[in-house]
């Protein structure tokens, strides 16, 4: 039996890098992951989504609270931190609770390829072109044509510098990823498809 992978996936807002994430799991038969671990922290926090996702936009004040995830600290050390700041580390409690439940997953967004890098997750990145992205992002996500290109530029800011502050990596940098996939000229099935048959050769390589 094949060791299984936990699939993480970085993408560019407009992208389509949800719904390929959850094609990707629908043709495995596992789950996959986005949103729902925000709905989870909000949970655990006695708070709404919408509260917590505020709070996620905002940059955390320093790179050095993320090391406590590897510290152990002790909770009121934690209770210290502004909401701000403690986002990154309760989220990435509850996605290490998933993984020691799950053998394998999809997971989008939320640092998954950092935060699980010792479980040898299989990373993607999908991106594509400006003018792809801003037409998904009038078309499907329903904003005004005149607002496509600010939304986009703001939403990849703040996936980018929740990324990098967090992990201490660019989140742009493709040499980090296991794959790299332009959903604009591919298209999300192919994406998806190209993602599964990849992760299966990886397991193949890694069984």
Not at 54 to 68: G, I, K, M
Not at 111 to 121: F, Q, T, V
Not at 169 to 192: I, V
């Amino acid at each position: 039996m094949l060791k299984k992978t936990i699939i993480t996936i970085e993408r560019q807002y407009g992208s389509g890098g949800s719904v390929i994430g959850q094609l990707t799991a629908e043709k495995l038969g596992i789950n996959c992951y986005n949103r729902q671990i925000l709905e989870m922290t909000a949970q655990q926090c006695g708070i709404s989504p919408e509260y917590l996702e505020t709070a996620e936009e905002n940059v955390p004040t320093s790179f050095l609270y993320s090391l406590l995830l590897s510290a152990n600290p002790a909770r009121t050390m934690e209770e210290n931190l502004p909401l701000s700041d403690k986002v990154f580390l309760m989220e990435s409690r509850i996605i290490k609770e998933i993984s020691e439940k799950e053998d394998s997953f999809v997971l989008v967004g939320r640092c998954g390829s950092y935060i699980l890098e010792d479980k040898g997750c299989f990373s993607v990145y999908i991106y594509a072109s400006p003018e792809e992205r801003a037409k998904r992002v009038v078309n499907d996500y329903g904003v005004a044509p005149h607002k496509a290109e600010s939304v986009m530029k703001k939403a990849d800011k703040r996936r980018e510098t929740f990324y990098n502050v967090n992990t201490g990596r660019s989140w742009q940098d493709k040499d980090q990823y296991s794959l790299c996939l332009n959903s604009a000229l591919l298209g999300d099935e192919l994406c998806a498809e190209l993602i599964v048959k990849a992760y299966n050769e990886y397991n193949e390589m890694h069984k």
